[in-house]
């Protein structure tokens, strides 16, 4: 009997610091939830609703430098954008054909410009679907046609993903492309 009696007493107290232990606001818990769940979503979804294009400001036409401006009230795209600011003419772009382009790149998280080949009077070129730029750029100018401006919001899986060139890790890029030639 005595035995019976302190299995029981043992149980109470583990009951107790169970009870104990499961205390504290739901608050707590939901943080706990929310860190577990994965750090970089959270860091990244701060305003609760993702950008679009429409959120971009780009002015400047056809081979002008342009000017991009990124709002500060959404969150990055998780998925590649593509949107066509100024119709170009012709056949679309397809994989295998050659682009030459131009371009200007903002880096989202701190909105400044990155890179420019308007900046170097250059016009870049590459093979479309040929694995020569990241698969932002790959997937992005597909149907591209000569003479037009094509907005590119590329997130990072389909950008430099760990970082690369001074572009840092997880990092959504933005493009502004102008196809100087397709297919040429």
Known sequence: MHTLGRIIAVGAIAAAAFALAACG?????????????????????????E?????????????????????????????????DLVQGSGPGAVAGQSLTMNYVLVTWSDKKKLDSSFD??????LNLGAG???????????????????????PPNLGYGAGSGGIKANETLVFVTDAVGVGN
């Open 132 to 154: 020569e730029v990241i698969p932002g750029w790959d997937q992005g100018l597909v149907g591209v046609q000569q003479g037009a401006r094509r907005l590119l919001i590329i």
């Open 25 to 49: 606001s739901d608050d707590d818990k939901n943080t706990a939830a929310t860190a577990t769940a994965g750090t970089t979503a959270t860091a990244q979804a701060k305003y609760g609703r």
């Open 120 to 125: 170097r009077g250059k016009p870049f070129q």
């Open 51 to 83: 950008c679009t294009a429409e959120d971009i400001g780009v002015t400047g036409g056809f081979g002008e430098t342009p000017v991009v401006t990124l709002p500060g009230d959404c969150d990055p795209p998780t998925e590649l954008i593509v949107k």
